[in-house]
């Protein structure tokens, strides 16, 4: 800190001995103390909590006031008629939301430029040992939907750019969607085409 300026108003968020250098890292500006989760969570929308014990990805690089899609692992039942008409018990991993704001890690809920260096590592520090939780601002519908998934799945978390708010139409991910990614000619080369069975009976052949 360089001025008294920038140090009128602010709440030290650790101990700052006398003599000691004064750093920005050690200080909270007063609107970010006291505050509770309830408090910060925008209107319309629900705290949600994802254990990190059963979820994957960046979890341990997500900080408050970041952005996520929220995607899940989950193995898909007999569907409905109103999604597909075949039966499947492979994994499949879907899409649930995008561009979702990340409320709290941990018990740590304030931005990270606003905590102090040392709490940042602790935080880090209990991501990485795979325990603690993160929790996003969710619909009230989005907030059911997470819950059932979480009971029947494995949630993972993607990190977005602060500068992309665009939400698009992701299709799900399963064998069939890898190979066609992977092997796009071989895939677009059958298409229009019947699978075909040859069966014979003796000398006569039948498709």
Same mark, same amino acid.
Do not use: C
């Given at each position: 800190?360089?001025?008294?300026?920038?140090?009128?108003?602010?709440?030290?968020?650790?101990?700052? #001995? $006398?003599?000691?250098?004064?750093? +920005? /890292?050690?200080?909270?500006?007063? =609107?970010?103390?006291?505050?509770? &989760? *309830?408090?910060?969570?925008?209107?319309?929308?629900?705290?949600?909590?994802?254990?990190?014990?059963?979820?994957?990805?960046?979890?341990?690089?997500?900080?408050?006031?970041?952005?996520?899609?929220?995607?899940?692992?989950?193995?898909?039942?007999?569907?409905?008629?109103?999604?597909?008409?075949?039966?499947?018990?492979?994994?499949?991993?879907?899409?649930?939301?995008?561009?979702?704001?990340?409320?709290?890690?941990?018990?740590?809920?304030?931005?990270?430029?606003?905590?102090?260096? #040392? $709490?940042?590592?602790?935080?880090? +520090? /209990?991501?990485?040992?795979?325990? =603690?939780?993160?929790?996003?601002? &969710? *619909?009230?519908?989005?907030?059911?939907?997470?819950?059932?998934?979480?009971?029947?799945?494995?949630?993972?978390?993607?990190?977005?750019?602060?500068?992309?708010?665009?939400?698009?139409?992701?299709?799900?991910?399963?064998?069939?969607?890898?190979?066609?990614?992977?092997?796009?000619?071989?895939?677009?080369?059958?298409?229009?085409?019947?699978?075909?069975?040859?069966?014979?009976?003796?000398?006569?052949?039948?498709?």
């Amino acid at each position: 800190v360089s001025s008294l300026d920038e140090v009128m108003g602010q709440i030290a968020s650790s101990p700052i #001995a $006398a003599g000691e250098q004064i750093l +920005k /890292t050690k200080l909270l500006p007063p =609107g970010k103390i006291g505050k509770s &989760l *309830s408090e910060i969570t925008p209107a319309g929308k629900r705290a949600v909590s994802v254990s990190v014990d059963s979820m994957t990805g960046a979890a341990n690089l997500i900080r408050p006031g970041d952005h996520v899609d929220v995607l899940a692992l989950i193995t898909m039942p007999e569907a409905t008629s109103q999604v597909t008409s075949t039966k499947s018990s492979s994994p499949r991993l879907i899409s649930l939301f995008q561009d979702v704001e990340v409320l709290a890690v941990g018990s740590e809920f304030v931005a990270p430029s606003d905590i102090s260096q #040392a $709490a940042r590592k602790e935080q880090t +520090k /209990t991501i990485s040992a795979g325990s =603690g939780t993160v929790t996003l601002a &969710l *619909s009230p519908q989005e907030a059911v939907l997470l819950s059932f998934v979480q009971e029947h799945g494995k949630i993972k978390l993607d990190l977005r750019s602060s500068e992309d708010t665009k939400k698009e139409a992701v299709n799900p991910a399963d064998w069939d969607t890898l190979f066609q990614y992977l092997y796009p000619a071989k895939v677009g080369s059958a298409e229009g085409q019947r699978p075909m069975v040859e069966v014979y009976r003796g000398l006569n052949k039948e498709i």
